[in-house]
Every structure is written in C-alpha cells, then in structure tokens.
C-alpha cells in the first residue's frame, strides 16, 4: 500500500497562490501516477491535474489550466502542485492520489487517496 500526506492548504485571498504537496511512503513513488482533486461543499469530486510516473505527460482540468503546474520529485517521494491567481472557486478539499500504472489522467482509477488538505479562497 501506498500511503499519501497532503500539506499546504490554508486562507489565502483571491488571487493569491498556494502550493499544495503530497508526500508518499509505504512503496516506491515511481511506480505510481499521481493526481489531484479536489472537492467542494456540496459538490462531487473533481479532477484537477495529473502526472504520468516520469513526469513526461501532465493533464489539467480546464478549470486550472494556465494557472496551475503539477510536478514530482521520484528522489523525494512527493507530488506538488502550485496554484496561482486563485480564485474562490478554488475553495474545496484537495486531495492526493496515487495509481499503479505509468499513465495518469482523470479518468482512471486511483487506487490510493490522502486525507485532503483544506483551501480556502476568500474573495
């Protein structure tokens, strides 16, 4: 098993950035695709972005894109993402999560989940 700990949520106005990460341990970080969603009060779990095991192909929501990297460091077993001009939209639950398998993307199973590291947006 693989267990995830995201960190770097918190309060940040409209426009602000905010750099979320996700520090795996149990199996080896590169064996796995990472991704992140997010979930908002009284809304369904949504993707936001993924990578691939080595890092060559990367996948962003439309709601991110051009504002939002996904990156990870295999030496460090941990997955980052940044977010920048955040908007309060971008207020949810942000989790992490991981899948067995060279390829990420948002519509694939992932097999492990943090616990969610809270963003708040405040307008």
């Known amino acids: 098993q693989v267990q995830l700990v995201e960190s770097g949520g918190g309060l940040v106005q409209a426009g602000g950035s905010l750099r979320l990460s996700c520090t795996a341990s149990?199996?080896?970080?590169?064996?796995?695709?990472m991704g992140w969603f997010r979930q908002a009060p009284g809304k369904e779990r949504e993707f936001v972005a993924a990578?691939?095991?080595?890092?060559?192909?990367?996948y962003y929501a439309d709601s991110v894109k051009g504002r939002s990297t996904i990156s990870r460091d295999n030496a460090k077993n941990t997955v980052l993402l940044q977010i920048n001009s955040l908007k309060p939209e971008d207020t949810a639950v942000y989790y992490c999560?991981?899948?067995?398998?060279?390829?990420?993307?948002?519509?694939?199973?992932?097999?492990?989940w943090g616990q969610g590291t809270q963003v708040t947006v405040s307008s």
């Open positions: 149990g199996r080896t970080f590169s064996n796995y695709a």
């Open positions: 999560a991981a899948r067995p398998s060279p390829i990420a993307g948002p519509n694939r199973v992932y097999d492990y």
């Open positions: 990578i691939s095991r080595s890092s060559v192909i990367t």
